[in-house]
């Protein structure tokens, strides 16, 4: 009896696969041009460092979406909270719940790790994510533009 989608979570050797997924997001959203990630620098990052956790949702023995996520602190609420940063679902397994899956998972994570909250930013462009995100009772933080600082602008902000 199949009691829902099963979750791997990703290991060095996925490496390859966790780049693919993320250039197949990138070129979901129109940005491939913008992943500079190489297997070495996640291997790097997510296996050696720890800074973010990766997990597959499978089809039998398929991976066919992931998460990747990473631990952020809310002085306001005292407490940890997990941030999705990616998550993403092969066109031809979309529309079988697996989107909703890897969200469920992830809320099951966050309170299993004491968290205060889980949270994601979405392109505004994107309705049918943005729908589907509403659908679940997620709250959209309107008043809030995220600001981000990179390559030679962080650099020449640090003083290098």
Partial sequence: MNSG????????????????FIKDLAEYEK???????????????LFKEKKAEVFFVMEDEKEVGFA????????????????????FVLPEYRGKGYGKAILKQLAKIT?????????WSCLDWNKPSID??????????????????TGDTLKKLSGQ
């Fill in 5 to 20: 989608p099963r979750f791997r979570y990703a290991e060095e050797k996925d490496v390859a696969l966790i780049l693919s």
């Fill in 111 to 119: 309170i299993e790790r004491g968290c205060g909250r889980l949270e």
């Fill in 31 to 45: 940005m491939l041009k913008e992943v500079v990630a190489t297997e070495e620098v996640l291997q790097y990052w």
């Fill in 132 to 149: 589907f995100y509403l659908s679940l009772g997620a709250t959209p933080m309107e008043e809030w533009t995220t600001y981000r600082v």
């Fill in 68 to 87: 990747l996520f990473f631990y952020h602190f809310s002085t306001f609420l005292g407490q940890a909270g997990i941030y999705l940063e990616d998550l």
